[in-house]
């Protein structure tokens, strides 16, 4: 069998793609090396889903807006720093329902191993879990992984910056019984000093959970690359260590922390930034400084960058700029590979503007977008123009 798409990884980005490309009629394969869909919302212990009213409000958010009004149940509304917020359990298993609603086939245990390319197509992908490797053949390809693995397999040209600028790798934590929660009074002891690692230099957390149960610690960070596994193991150990040295100083130094409990701490690293895809467009910090106009718009992402330094909160190089900025259809296409496009953050972007378009709800539009054009065999942008506006995703700014 041949499959019309198929989608490696299934983080929010892989959602969107194989959200967009079933609804487009097509059928559609995705496959993960996580148990089920989410990614870092799921599996790095992170479901909350920032930065994007309209995909929260939306009646033109695409599958943003559907999943959020799935998850309206199950979601913790009062949450100060987000309108959508709810558990990994909630997040994982409302995507698998709306997959499998679709009709999308999905493998999950699995991890890309090999890539079957002739020319500049590619033909197959091979997965391997539980010492079993399986091919799937397919027309057209979708790199959700986050970090180009699957276009990097296929030999494209990739984007990679320093492990600096790609931004901060973190280990997120949870804790529980926490006593009266004053936002700013804590914000005022943080700056006081005599926090642990002298690079965090902002509080960073916030009420997760169904009902807010539990409070997530984004407080741990370590800088390297998530493109070599010898590097993955030393961070995790380096940031294990931290979470023990954070979880020691919150209760000592934090007002209404003092006996708080671990609940949770994330399986795997969150990787904000890694490696992207050479794409027939690359999005720059200079195209989000002059806010250079889009002319075949695909989804919408910020126009602020360079988050996670570091040595510091906000890199040298960071801008804070009000307002959103289109993300274009070259962004989404690999510049070497025909059928290949990309979602999510691993799409052309230089690597110190991923912030821009690395928001959850961003994701999954830019994978979306993803899933229609491969649905549509990677079409003229009046054609996928036409499909997005049915799917009622949203690509202008205005
Ligand atoms: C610590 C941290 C905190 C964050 N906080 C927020 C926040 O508060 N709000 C917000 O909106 N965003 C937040 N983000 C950003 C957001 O979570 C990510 O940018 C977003 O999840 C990226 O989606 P994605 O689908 O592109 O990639 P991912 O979520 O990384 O998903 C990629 C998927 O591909 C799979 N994969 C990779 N390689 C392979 C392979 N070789 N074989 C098989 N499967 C593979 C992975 O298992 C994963 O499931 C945070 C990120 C981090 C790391």
Same mark, same amino acid.
């Given at each position: 069998m041949i499959y019309d798409v198929v989608i490696a990884g299934a983080g929010p980005a892989g959602f969107?793609?194989?959200?967009?490309?079933?609804? =487009?009629?097509?059928?559609?394969?995705?496959?993960?090396?996580?148990?089920?869909?989410?990614?870092?919302?799921?599996?790095?212990?992170?479901?909350? #889903?920032s930065g994007m009213s309209p995909f929260v409000e939306g009646s033109a +958010?695409?599958?943003?807006?559907?999943?959020?009004? =799935?998850?309206?149940?199950?979601? #913790?509304?009062?949450?100060?720093?987000?309108?959508?917020? @709810?558990s990994e359990f909630t997040?994982?298993?409302?995507?698998?329902?709306m997959l499998r609603a679709a009709g999308v086939d999905m493998l999950f245990y699995v991890e890309l191993t090999d890539v079957e390319r002739e020319g500049d197509e590619l033909r197959s992908v091979t997965v391997t879990g539980c010492g079993k490797h399986i091919t799937i053949r397919g027309r057209s390809f979708i790199d959700c992984t986050g970090d180009a693995v699957l276009a990097s397999m296929a030999g494209a040209r990739c984007l990679c910056g320093?492990?600096?600028?790609?931004?901060t790798k973190t280990l997120l934590f949870r804790v529980t019984g926490i006593g009266n929660y004053d936002r700013e009074l804590i914000g005022r002891k943080f700056a006081e000093g005599g926090f642990p690692f002298p690079w965090q230099d902002?509080?960073?957390?916030? #009420?997760?959970?169904?009902?807010?149960?539990?409070?997530?610690?984004?407080?741990?960070?370590?800088?390297?690359?998530?493109?070599?596994?010898?590097?993955?193991?030393?961070?995790?150990?380096?940031?294990?260590?931290?979470?023990?040295?954070v979880l020691e100083w919150v209760r000592k130094?934090?007002?209404? #922390?003092?006996?708080?409990?671990?609940?949770?701490? +994330?399986?795997?690293?969150?990787?904000?930034?890694?490696?992207?895809?050479?794409?027939?467009?690359?999005?720059?910090?200079?195209?989000?400084?002059?806010?250079t106009p889009v002319t075949e718009p695909? =989804?919408?992402?910020?126009?602020?960058?360079?988050?996670?330094?570091?040595?510091?909160?906000?890199?040298?190089?960071?801008?804070?700029?009000?307002?959103?900025?289109?993300?274009?259809?070259? =962004?989404?296409? @690999?510049?070497d590979i025909a059928n290949l496009a990309a979602g999510g953050r691993g799409i052309g972007v230089e690597p110190r503007a991923v912030s821009a378009v690395r928001l959850i709800p961003v994701c999954i539009a830019t994978g979306q977008a993803a899933g229609i054009a491969a649905a549509l065999g990677f079409p003229a942008y009046d054609v996928l123009r036409e499909e997005l506006v049915k799917q009622k995703c949203r690509f202008e700014t205005a």
């Open positions: 969107g793609a194989a959200m967009g490309a079933a609804r =487009a009629g097509k059928k559609v394969f995705i496959f993960d090396r996580n148990s089920g869909p989410g990614g870092v919302p799921v599996y790095c212990g992170c479901p909350v #889903f +958010a695409g599958i943003g807006a559907e999943f959020s009004a =799935a998850m309206k149940e199950k979601a #913790f509304a009062n949450n100060p720093h987000c309108k959508l917020v @709810s997040v994982g298993l409302t995507m698998t329902r320093s492990a600096d600028e790609t931004m902002q509080f960073m957390g916030t #009420f997760v959970g169904e009902k807010g149960e539990d409070f997530l610690l984004n407080l741990t960070a370590v800088s390297g690359t998530a493109q070599s596994p010898e590097e993955l193991t030393r961070m995790d150990m380096e940031l294990r260590e931290q979470v023990a040295a130094a934090l007002p209404g #922390f003092e006996n708080c409990r671990l609940v949770a701490v +994330a399986p795997i690293i969150g990787v904000r930034g890694g490696r992207n895809i050479a794409g027939r467009e690359q999005i720059t910090t200079g195209d989000l400084d002059e806010n695909v =989804a919408v992402g910020k126009r602020s960058y360079g988050e996670h330094y570091i040595k510091t909160f906000r890199a040298p190089w960071s801008k804070s700029q009000v307002g959103l900025r289109a993300v274009p259809y070259g =962004a989404l296409l @690999s510049a």
